[in-house]
């Protein structure tokens, strides 16, 4: 890890568990950042290193490809359909596995775009977080980007959704595990315990709840349930059967 000082600049002094602070800023951050930013050198990095360093960090985390669909293509394939139906999604995204992937490889313009639960990085936030920002703002639609086991947290939201008839459309990562722990168990060489599950049809269960569901393991069905779902007033889910062989590398890639 390279020794560099570092400044905390946030609302509230909370000392984080994963660094030393040397320096703190607290208080207002729009405010402080104001008073902060004139006293700042002009950085010696031009647009062209960052963006060369950007393209060097996302094909590190290239999902490797496999036998079904990757998370990548999930998220990619996503925001292709989403210029194509004319929309601008805003998504949200949850804990696990899926969310490297969909931070990586979503692309957004403004705050507020991606929502997600930092620091806390609690499972079962996509979906309420998704009905949330729907009923804020609801002719924007919503993705709601998730692995199974945060989705089984909160499963009952989907009725929510459904009966506040918002405009989200939901995307579950189904991959019979919570990957992030048993990725973690196989790196201490442990037996994978409570880990592992049957994987569960979640599109059955959102037509019982009377929304619109499909189930895709092919590329081209889920291009297909993307088209159909950017169409659809109400909440839509799409079951993905993804193919997880590529966490355990993407995730060397990033935590090392
Ligand atoms: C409420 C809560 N419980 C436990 C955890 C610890 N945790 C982080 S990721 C994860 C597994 C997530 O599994 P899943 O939703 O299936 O996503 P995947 O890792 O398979 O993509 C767990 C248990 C957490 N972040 N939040």
Redesign the pocket.
């Known amino acids: 890890m390279a020794a560099l000082p570092v400044i905390d600049i946030a609302t509230m002094h909370h000392e984080p568990h994963y660094t030393s602070i040397d320096c703190g800023v607290y208080g207002s951050i729009a405010n402080n950042l104001e008073l902060l930013i004139p006293q700042c050198e002009q950085s010696a990095w031009s647009a062209n290193e960052i963006a060369a360093l950007r393209e060097k960090m996302l094909a590190a985390l290239a999902y490797p490809n496999g036998d079904g669909i990757g998370?990548q293509e999930v998220v990619v394939l996503a925001g292709i359909e989403a210029r194509n139906a004319g929309v601008d999604p805003r998504i949200t995204v949850?804990?696990?596995?899926?969310?490297f992937s969909a931070m990586a490889f979503w692309n957004c313009n403004e705050p507020m775009d991606v929502l997600i639960?930092n620091g806390?990085?609690?499972?079962?936030f996509a979906l309420p977080a998704a009905i949330a920002a729907a009923l804020h703002e609801p002719e924007r639609p919503v993705i709601a980007i998730?692995?199974?086991?945060?989705?089984?947290?909160c499963l009952g939201e989907l009725l929510t959704a459904v009966q506040q008839r918002t405009r989200i459309i939901v995307i579950v990562?189904?991959?019979g595990?919570?990957?992030?722990?048993?990725?973690k168990q196989q790196q201490r060489e442990m037996q994978p315990r409570g880990?592992r599950w049957e994987r569960p049809d979640f599109a059955e269960i959102m037509n019982g709840f009377g929304g619109r569901g499909f189930r895709v393991s092919e590329t081209s069905d889920y291009e297909k349930a993307l088209v159909e779902a950017f169409r659809e007033p109400g909440p839509v889910l799409i079951d993905v059967v993804i193919d997880?062989h590529g966490?355990p590398q993407q995730i060397k890639a990033l935590r090392g």
């Open positions: 998370p949850d804990a696990g596995a899926h969310m639960s806390l990085a609690t499972m079962a998730t692995g199974d086991g945060g989705l089984l947290m990562l189904n991959d595990s919570l990957s992030l722990i048993d990725i880990v997880p966490y």
